[in-house]
Nanobody
Framework: VSLLESGGGLVQDGGSLRLSCSGS????????VGWFRQAPGKDRLFVGG???????EITDISRGRFTISRDSAANKVYLEMNGLKPDDTAVYYC???????????????????WGQGTQVTVSS
């Protein structure tokens, strides 16, 4: 699976962005997809993920502010972010596991395909 993120940019404190992750292949909707982010000098963190049933796993990062969804017909997974804060500034990545019909994982090592990342910068 090849992945391509888009939708990053510069927003002000409290703003919103929607990131898209486009996947190749007919069965992209069968794979769990995770969103991660990495700020300069920090570890890559799991933001949340979605499985083949479109069940979403959220984290403390995403709870209450971020929404993850999938458009299977378009082969896309979205990360909609509201109430952005300067601490949300990072490169955001989508990743897909190679195991179909399973759920996302919070561990980056469990993912086999990664997008190139998209920069999100939140100004104060």
């Amino acid at each position: 699976v090849s992945l391509l993120e888009s939708g990053g940019g510069l927003v002000q404190d409290g703003g919103s962005l929607r990131l898209s992750c486009s996947g190749s292949g007919r069965s992209f909707s069968s794979y769990p997809v995770g969103w991660f982010r990495q700020a300069p000098g920090k570890d890559r963190l799991f933001v949340g993920g979605i499985d083949w049933r479109n069940s979403v796993e959220i984290t403390d990062i995403s709870r209450g502010r971020f929404t993850i969804s999938r458009d299977s017909a378009a082969n896309k997974v979205y990360l909609e972010m509201n109430g952005l804060k300067p601490d949300d500034t990072a490169v955001y990545y989508c990743a897909a596991r190679s195991l179909k019909w399973t759920g996302p994982s919070s561990r980056s090592v469990d993912y086999d395909s990664w997008g190139q990342g998209t920069q999100v910068t939140v100004s104060s």
